[in-house]
């Protein structure tokens, strides 16, 4: 149950398009279609923006989208905006009805 | 919504008790799940629990001393925290589970800090 490897941060200018990439194992992300990304403001809970690999919960941005391939998934942020700078977790479902997070990733935008 | 309770100030080894309780949905038809965030650090996932409390799984480094539970009737779920370490300080977060593996309603967390 090894966390998820995530890059500690992305930056980008306002515009922009960046990826964030989440790998993980044949147990977890490579095993499964149960990939989300929840984003995370300093103080506050996390919010849930891609679930099961690419599907936009309602009331999300359509900015944000999701793909995977293998053991590695992917967050992609499209015309990068002020109010995207934020933490971004990924987390996958895992053997044994367990679950796993990424490291986590600081967007910074420029 | 979710609203825990329960967290503090405790000394190693100390027990203590998480609770989160549910409004404004059936609780009793979904899955629930505990994750935590130490000071400056990342989420870690801890526990689910099965909708009627016959299932539990956890995170292999908790084994033994963290237990989760429910309670439908008072619409809510438990951490049970025995022996409790310094490295267990973080914030505490009970999550709603939905079919497709993810975790789409979050409470805010209540502190729990583990010294002496």
């Known amino acids: 149950q090894s966390a998820l490897t995530q890059p500690a941060s992305v930056s980008g200018s306002p515009g922009q398009s960046i990826t964030i990439s989440c790998t993980g194992t044949s147990s977890d992300v490579g095993n499964y279609k149960y990939v989300s990304w929840y984003q995370q403001y300093p103080g506050e809970a996390p919010k849930l923006i891609i679930c099961?690999?690419?599907n936009r919960p309602s009331g999300v941005s359509s900015r944000f989208s999701g793909s995977k391939s293998g053991n590695t998934a992917s967050l992609t942020i499209s015309g990068l905006q002020a109010d995207d700078e934020a933490d971004y977790y990924c987390t996958s479902y895992a053997s044994g009805k367990t679950y796993v997070f990424g490291s986590g990733t600081k967007v910074t935008v420029l | 919504q979710l609203v825990e309770s329960g967290g503090g100030l405790v000394q190693p080894g100390e027990s203590l008790r998480l609770s989160c309780v549910a409004s404004?949905?059936?609780?009793?038809?979904?899955?629930m799940t505990w994750v935590r965030q130490a000071p400056g650090k990342g989420l870690e996932w801890l526990a689910n629990i099965k909708e009627d409390g016959s299932e539990t799984y956890y995170v292999d480094s908790l084994k033994g001393r963290f237990t989760i539970s429910r309670d439908s009737a008072k619409n809510s779920v438990y951490l049970q925290m025995n022996s409790p370490r310094v490295e267990d300080t973080a914030l505490y977060y009970c999550?709603?589970?939905?079919?497709?593996?993810?975790?789409?309603?979050w409470g805010r967390g209540t502190l729990v800090t583990v010294s002496s």
């Open positions: 099961e690999v690419n």
């Open positions: 404004g949905y059936p609780f009793s038809n979904f899955w």
């Open positions: 999550a709603r589970v939905r079919k497709g593996g993810f975790f789409d309603l």
